[in-house]
Structures are given as structure tokens and as C-alpha cells.
């Protein structure tokens, strides 16, 4: 997604809905993170709210609860989450009605039962599909379960469809592994790929869409290979927010597909005018506010700090992305990331 380059305006203008990861950019565990409240209720006045998560341990009624409590005024139809893309994917492959079996806690058992399916738990009750989301008290005999069923007999096996691939989760103590981490090992035992609903598969995004009109949306996020690379391929301007999982080193070295519109350290900063990256000496100079790196053959060298650090690593970032070259074929002083 190319970056918008106008000076004086901010990340939010023309946008209509604003939609929101939540781990690691609305909170971390139970806690949010800091200025995000504020910042989303100050944005609420310009744009809707939405809220998109690849979590599909909890249903979009207790991620609302849980957002009213931080500060938010969020009721459960603002929250679309994997498990309610992963179900759109899993009607369109099944039979109405089937019997499914759900790998996943009671988000995910909530939306495929609001679909008009039946849940099973164990492979012995043929299942014509499973379907797969991270939740906390998921374990061997699970992921077991889901390998029993998926055993191949015959025209490729029963679907499979996984809500989300996050290796990784924030929580409050730290980084946990994710989704992807319980796929793999499935992965591992049957010899096949599920079907993915969230973030990066646009599946997600499209139910996003869909559900609140949106025609002109940003999306916000906190890493790179879903938040991003998913608001690329859905066509979605997008803005990181280092309050999360990716900070400067990931963001300097972020492939093309993964590359935001906007670079924040926090929310407060969609409503703050966005500088311009001007770009001088055919490339090899870039000034953002007062903060100006240049490139000396392959060194990336600072000749002006500026007044604000994040100015510095946006004008970082339009430099390096610029060169068209991987970051390990640069030179990066490791003020700029560390």
C-alpha cells in the first residue's frame, strides 16, 4: 500500500470507519494500553468504530463487555472476529446443518451453532468439517481430535478451515504463542493446510466491509505479517501502531507487501497531522518534520534527529523502502531500531 504523502492532514481524514485490532493495540491482556481509550473515543466523533480480532476464544458479546469496561461505548454488533469470517467460509463448503467439529473455545462454538450447526467434540461422530480457533485451555486430546478427523479417507479429506494463523498473542505478562502455533501441530500429524479466515486472508476484512458499509475505512494494527500484510490484500489503507508486537527494527525491514500507510507510536497520533516524507537527491535524501536521514552508498546515515523520535523512523523508513533493496543489504545506524 503506498504511502500518502500530504502535509496537514491526518490519518483519519475521509475515512469513514475506523477499524481496530484489539491485542496489542486496544489492550494487552485485561489492561489497555495506554491513550487508546481516549484516542478512540476522540475518533468515534469523525468515523465509526469497528473492531476486528483474530482471538477466537471469547464471543463478540464478552469482547464488547470488555471494552465497555476499559472506557469504550462498544456494543457486540461493532466487533466482527475470526470465527464469524471462519463460519461464512465454512457454510459455502458443508452442507446446512452439518455436524462440525469445533477445535476452540466458546467464541467459536457460539457462532458455528448460530449458524444452524451441530457441534461435536470427537472425530467419532463423522463430522463433515473441522474448524479451528485458539483458546487457552485447548490441548493434546484437541488438537488429536482434529488430526482423527482430517485423516485422509479418500478425495482429499473433510474441510478444514482455521480461524487465524497468529503465532504469537500479547498478553499482559507478554507474548504467548497463538493459533498458528495449535494449526502446525495439527498440520504436522495430516499432512494438509487448512482453510484460513483471519487476518492476512482477506476473508476477514471482506466481513468487516460488509458489516458496517464501510467505503472508505482504516484499518489499525500492531504487526506486520497479518495486521498489514491482510489490510494490503484487502485493499485498505492501514496504520501501524508500535504498542504491540512489531516495533522499529520490524517495521524498517518490512517487505513490500507489508509496508502501512501510517507509522504511530501511539492512537493519539491518527489525530495529528501526518507529515510529509519529501524526497530529495533522486532518492537518496528524505526530510520528515526536521528529522532528515540520507543514504551514502549503503549507509544509512541520521542528519538530522528532529524533534520526534517517530519522525525520524518514518523518514527512516521512506529512505530504506525506497532503495528497493532488503535492509541486510544496508548499513542501519542502531539508533534508528533499537
Not at 537518496?284 to 542528519?303: D, Q, S
Not at 527512516?316 to 523502502?321: K, N, P, S, T
Request: net charge negative; proline share 7%; aromatic share 6%.
Amino acid at each position: 500500500m503506498p504511502r500518502r504523502r500530504s502535509s496537514g492532514v491526518t490519518p483519519l481524514d475521509g475515512v469513514d470507519v475506523v477499524l481496530a485490532d484489539l491485542d496489542g493495540v486496544v489492550y494487552a491482556g485485561p489492561r489497555a494500553i495506554p491513550f487508546a481509550v481516549e484516542a478512540l473515543n476522540a475518533a468515534s466523533a469523525h468515523a465509526r468504530i469497528g473492531y476486528i480480532t483474530n482471538n477466537a476464544s471469547r464471543t463478540d458479546a464478552s469482547v464488547a463487555t470488555h471494552l465497555s469496561e476499559l472506557g469504550l461505548s462498544v456494543a457486540p454488533s461493532d466487533v466482527v472476529t475470526s470465527p464469524q469470517a471462519a463460519v461464512r467460509l465454512l457454510a459455502g463448503l458443508v452442507p446446512a446443518a452439518s455436524v462440525i467439529l469445533v477445535i476452540g473455545g466458546d467464541g467459536l462454538v457460539t457462532e458455528v451453532e448460530k449458524a444452524g450447526f451441530t457441534v461435536t467434540r470427537s472425530a467419532e461422530d463423522s463430522p463433515a468439517a473441522v474448524i479451528q480457533g485458539f483458546a487457552p485451555e485447548l490441548g493434546w486430546k484437541q488438537l488429536a481430535e482434529a488430526s482423527f478427523a482430517l485423516a485422509d479417507s479418500g478425495d482429499g479429506g473433510i474441510p478444514w478451515v482455521a480461524t487465524n494463523t497468529d503465532w504469537t498473542i500479547p498478553q499482559e505478562r507478554g507474548i504467548a504463542p497463538g493459533n498458528g502455533t495449535l494449526v502446525s501441530a495439527v498440520h504436522t500429524a495430516v499432512g494438509r493446510l487448512p482453510v484460513v479466515a483471519g487476518k492476512p486472508e482477506v476473508a476477514i476484512f471482506d466481513e468487516a466491509r460488509l458489516r458496517f458499509e464501510a467505503s472508505a475505512p482504516l484499518f489499525i494494527g500492531d504487526r506486520l505479517d497479518t495486521d498489514i500484510l491482510g489490510a494490503n490484500r484487502a485493499g485498505m489503507p492501514s496504520a501501524l501502531v508500535l504498542t504491540g508486537i512489531d516495533k522499529a527494527k520490524q517495521v524498517l525491514a518490512a517487505v513490500l507487501d507489508q509496508r502501512p500507510t501510517f507509522i504511530l507510536d501511539d492512537l493519539r497520533q491518527l489525530s495529528e497531522p501526518y507529515p510529509e516524507s519529501v524526497v530529495t537527491d533522486a532518492g537518496a535524501k528524505v526530510t520528515v518534520g526536521r528529522a532528515v536521514v540520507r543514504l551514502k552508498g549503503e549507509n544509512v546515515e541520521i542528519v538530522k534527529r528532529g524533534d520526534a523520535p517517530i519522525d525520524l523512523l518514518r523518514a527512516a523508513c521512506a529512505l530504506i523502502w525506497g532503495t528497493g533493496k532488503p535492509i541486510y543489504a544496508l548499513r542501519v545506524p542502531e539508533e534508528l531500531y533499537s
